[in-house]
């Protein structure tokens, strides 16, 4: 072969084959990816997702209307019984209003003392109403801390310092959420005396029933600080030993015991399952990849030394070897990777948070429930000592004929604006206790239930979010690789310019 065979042959190979990552462009493949990319566009998470959602919330809502068709139904009815009712303080042969009054209240609690009791709920109504501004101002703070980049602790750990500096507004943030703990020690304290005194019936239990969850989503908060707290010291200690440690070379023994460590902390995060825990290590997780995202292509890029112990304790949270480490961290940092592990943490964060607040909003709606029915106990006493404002001369009186008839017209005459208006205000007050007020706890009951189809439909959209991160990455990559390859066309010239010397070598014969 000649001097011209020999410099075609290697010049044509040399463009065909290039690096071994080239490869021949194929018409049918580049519509496969095509087809797979328009087919992935079609794919809706979001929209089923939220479809799911809106029928949920429709389910929801129907039976919300239901409790409160029912109560409206229930009212009517009490109103009937009530209009024929005697004013009278008691009366064995009729129904009186007093009566109506202590029935209701019995399903609440066993009441020796009326007024004493009035007392009693009045101070226990005031107590909630303080105590949800207190924490409604609490979760604000937090939500401010988190905003800076701050911890934003439970009250039990509020006084512990945290990791890494405070800006003035976190540390100012941190102040006021420090005071709003001791207030809220303060009330809750009060009103757990105030329960010691009620007497036995549902309140009593449900009041019970409340304060037991109020220690257990404390101790869970407390739980997930102390978790946490363990979780970064460790990590702290590892990004030091890194730091400390000289590219190229095996893991000191130093190095590993602290890997060990980091990964034993992780391990009682997972066994343990707290759910503040996990919210909380998914906001680290994602935070701390988010920071060397941000340094990418400036002086502070993660490749260089200075910064690879922040690479390493994001690697350590994934990876169940030292070595394995040390060598990623030698490795050229390809951003699509640590963009495509940021996407799934901030998946896992999402699902975190949204089993968190779940938990948060159930104590929440117990609460709420439990104010409620103190709300109604409220009612059903006040609308009692109305009553025993009445003049005497009306407690002969049904209430129908004390409200649709001039009281003058009564022998002898009776006839009392205060009285009057009295009665309207305690036949209106049982009317909201039994109706719209009860409608409230019931309601309120109905939401919690409601948390679980909402937590069953969260698992099952994180779930898909997972794999959509995945196969979205996976899709990209196969379609930009069908795209790709070497076309006739781009060797066009190549083959001219060949030809040419070719013919210039035959007439040079």
Known sequence: MNTFHRLGCASLCLALSGCAGMHLYSEKRDQQGKDLKAAWVKVD??????????????????????????????????????????????DANAVTFYSMLDEQLKELATVPDAKAFLGVMKRWKSLSSELQANRARQAAYRKLLKAEGADAPSCRAVNVAGSGELSKYAAEYLGELGKLCASEVRLAGEQDALIATLPAGTLLTSANNTVALDRQHAALAAEADALMAQYRATLEAYAAAVRASQPGTAPSVRLTVLGEKVRAALAQIATLNNVLGNEALADDRVKRIDAILRRLGTSADPGKDASRAELAAVLVTRVADDVQVLADLDKPLVPMS?????????????????????????????????????AEAVELLVARSRLDSLKGCYRSMRLVDAIAFPAVKVNPPCDDADSRAALYDAAGRYSHAIGDQRARTLRLEELRRDLKRERQLAFAQANAGQWAVLIDATAGQAVAYAASGQKASDYKDLVQALSLLWIGQGVNK
């Not at 139904?73 to 009712?85: G, I, K, N, Q, R």
């Not at 592990?341 to 699902?351: I, S």
């Not at 948070?353 to 439990?370: F, G, H, N, P, S």
């Open 45 to 90: 998470l979001n929209g089923y997702f939220a479809a799911m959602h809106e029928q949920r919330k429709k389910l929801l809502k129907a039976d919300i209307d239901s409790i409160a068709a029912g109560r409206s139904a229930e009212v009517d009815s009490a109103l009937v019984l009530l209009l024929d009712a005697s004013l009278a303080k008691e």
């Open 338 to 374: 640590l963009l495509i592990r940021r996407d799934l943490e901030k998946n896992r964060a999402d699902l975190a948070t949204v089993q968190a607040d779940l938990v948060r909003k159930d104590i929440e709606l117990v609460r709420a429930a439990q104010a409620s029915r103190v």
